[in-house]
């Protein structure tokens, strides 16, 4: 089975993690999101969508998702600017598991 990791930093609600203190990983059937010492995971049947979200100067990828139990916004930011190639690179990756990731 395909797998990925890639490190970056995050946004999970109020709280905020630069890089390098949240990995995100998955395969075909869930992403999961580390980011200090906790882990939220995202089963593909409850990721609503996925997609480019832009901050000051970085750039990430938001995962709007069903799970109840979680924070409602969740960022994965994949690079420190948003010049950087991290999001393409994540991107590639995710579309090579077959998720949808939609552009800002």
Known sequence: MTQFTQTGGARIG?????????TLSGDAQALRLSCLGRDY?????????????????SVGLRVDHTQE????FVVFWTSVFFWTPGF????IQLENLGYDV???
């Open 14 to 22: 109020n709280l905020n993690a630069s890089f390098p203190f949240a």
């Open 41 to 57: 995971h995202f089963p593909r049947n409850g990721i609503r969508q996925l997609h480019e979200h832009r901050g000051l100067f």
């Open 69 to 72: 139990s979680l924070p409602g």
């Open 88 to 91: 393409q690179k994540l991107r």
């Open 102 to 104: 939609a552009a800002t």
